[in-house]
C-alpha cells in the first residue's frame, strides 16, 4: 500500500507529530509512505529515510479575488503533478482545505481520500475552512476522527464510514526518559502560545501558587503570536524570575521527564497531544476540562485533575494539593497506564487495517 500524507507544514505541532508517527510506523511494516506539504520547510520530526517527503512550496498570501483563484489554481496544478509522481492508492489529508486540494487534483487517479478532523469542530470561531468543512467532508472516501464527540458533528453518511483514532505515543522513546521521582521538580506547560490556549490564565494561576509557595518556578515551552505578551505579563506580576520561556524544544519529552506537574489551560481542544505526552511522561496533570479531549484522557481525581475553562481560582487549587508528594506522586503512576492505550503500536495497527479496508 502506497499513503500519502498531505499537510501544509511539518513543522511543530499535534497534527505534524502524528503525522510522523503513523508514517514511520507504515513505513516500519513495509508500505510505502510520503509526506507532501504546502510550505518549504524541512520536517521538524525525525522521519524515516525511506519516507519521501516533498515540499511544494506553494503558501501564497493573495492580494485579491484574481489572485487567490490564479493561486489556488497554480497550486492544484502542483499537488497534481506530486500526486503523479507518486501514485498513491489512498492520500490521508489534514484539513478541509486538503481535502478540497486532493480532491480537485485527483482527475483520472484512482486514490481514496481520507479525512482527518484535528480540532473542536463546534468552536464557534469561523473561517470559509470551518464553515464549509462538512461539506467539504462528503468528498472523502473516510475519515479519521479523535473522539467520538468530534465525529457528531459531521454528516451521518461520514460518521458510517468514519474510525476513531486517538492519537498515539512511541512508548520506547518514554521508557528511556524514565527518570527517579526524586529528580523531578516544579511544573511545565507546552503549547503554541495563542488565544486558543490561555497561557495568561496559567500565568495567573501560578502567581496565586507563587504567593504559598515562592520557591515553585513554572518552566514554558513553545511559541506564538502572544510570547512577548505573556512575558510582559510574567514580568509585571513580578515573577521573571520564577517562569521561564523556553520557546519551541526538539527534546520536549526530556523536558516533561524532569517536571512533577503538568498544567493545560485551554479553551478548545481535538485531542492534546501535549496532555497525551505529559501523562506517558508520568507528570501529575492539571487540565482545564475544555472540547474536547482532556475528559478523554484524565478520570478526575484519579490520574490527574480536571478543572472549568478560564478558572485560574481552580487550577491554582489543585496545583496546590499536587504540591502533596504523595498525591503527585500517585498521580503519576497512574498517568502513565496511557502508554498502555495509547501506544503507536496499536494505533498504528489500527489506521492501516482501516485504509486497506477501505482500498
Known amino acids: 500500500m502506497h499513503i500519502l500524507f498531505f499537510h501544509y507544514s511539518m513543522q511543530s505541532g499535534g497534527a505534524e507529530r502524528t503525522i510522523a508517527l503513523l508514517s514511520n510506523y507504515a513505513s516500519r511494516h513495509g508500505d510505502v509512505v510520503s509526506i507532501v506539504t504546502m510550505d518549504d520547510q524541512p520536517s521538524f520530526y525525525l522521519l524515516n529515510p525511506s519516507i519521501n517527503h516533498m515540499r511544494l512550496n506553494i503558501c501564497r498570501n493573495s492580494i485579491n479575488l484574481f489572485n487567490a483563484i490564479e493561486g489556488n489554481l497554480r497550486s492544484i496544478r502542483k499537488i497534481k503533478d506530486a500526486y503523479l509522481v507518486f501514485q498513491p492508492d489512498v492520500v490521508v489529508c489534514f484539513g478541509p482545505n486538503s481535502i478540497l486540494l486532493s480532491f480537485l487534483a485527483r482527475g483520472g487517479m484512482k486514490y481514496k481520500i481520507i479525512g482527518s478532523e484535528r480540532a473542536n469542530p463546534f468552536d464557534s470561531r469561523s473561517n470559509f475552512w470551518s464553515k464549509n468543512k462538512r461539506i467539504i467532508s462528503t468528498l472523502c472516501d473516510g475519515f479519521l476522527f479523535q473522539t467520538e464527540g468530534a465525529r457528531v458533528y459531521y454528516p451521518l453518511s461520514i460518521q458510517n464510514k468514519s474510525i476513531v483514532l486517538p492519537n498515539s505515543i512511541a512508548v520506547a522513546d518514554f521508557e528511556v526518559l524514565d527518570r527517579p521521582w526524586e529528580e523531578r521538580k516544579n511544573i511545565c506547560a507546552v503549547g503554541r502560545m495563542d488565544e486558543d490556549k490561555c497561557f495568561d490564565d496559567l500565568i495567573t494561576s501560578f502567581a496565586k501558587v507563587h504567593e504559598k509557595h515562592p520557591d515553585l518556578s513554572l518552566d514554558l515551552y513553545g511559541d506564538g503570536p502572544l510570547r512577548h505578551e505573556l512575558k510582559a505579563m510574567s514580568a509585571n506580576l513580578g515573577l521573571e524570575r520564577f517562569i521561564s520561556f523556553h520557546g519551541g524544544c526538539?527534546?520536549?519529552?526530556?523536558?516533561?521527564?524532569?517536571?512533577?506537574?503538568?498544567?493545560?489551560?485551554?479553551?478548545?481542544?481535538?485531542?492534546?497531544?501535549?496532555?497525551?505526552?505529559?501523562?506517558?511522561?508520568?507528570?501529575?496533570?492539571?487540565?482545564?476540562?475544555?472540547?474536547?479531549?482532556?475528559?478523554?484522557?484524565?478520570?478526575?481525581?484519579?490520574?490527574?485533575?480536571?478543572?472549568?475553562?478560564?478558572?485560574?481560582?481552580?487550577?491554582?487549587?489543585?496545583?496546590?494539593?499536587?504540591?502533596?508528594?504523595?498525591?503527585?506522586?500517585?498521580?503519576?503512576?497512574?498517568?502513565?497506564?496511557?502508554?498502555?492505550?495509547?501506544d503507536i503500536e496499536i494505533i498504528g495497527k489500527s489506521f492501516r487495517t482501516y485504509l486497506l479496508e477501505k482500498l
Open 250 to 342: 526538539n527534546r520536549i519529552l526530556e523536558e516533561y521527564s524532569k517536571h512533577k506537574i503538568f498544567a493545560m489551560t485551554s479553551r478548545s481542544e481535538g485531542l492534546p497531544n501535549v496532555l497525551i505526552e505529559a501523562l506517558a511522561s508520568g507528570c501529575a496533570c492539571v487540565s482545564t476540562n475544555c472540547d474536547f479531549g482532556p475528559s478523554e484522557l484524565i478520570c478526575d481525581g484519579d490520574n490527574g485533575f480536571l478543572v472549568p475553562v478560564h478558572d485560574t481560582n481552580a487550577i491554582a487549587e489543585k496545583i496546590c494539593l499536587l504540591l502533596d508528594d504523595t498525591m503527585c506522586q500517585r498521580f503519576s503512576k497512574k498517568a502513565q497506564l496511557i502508554r498502555k492505550t495509547n
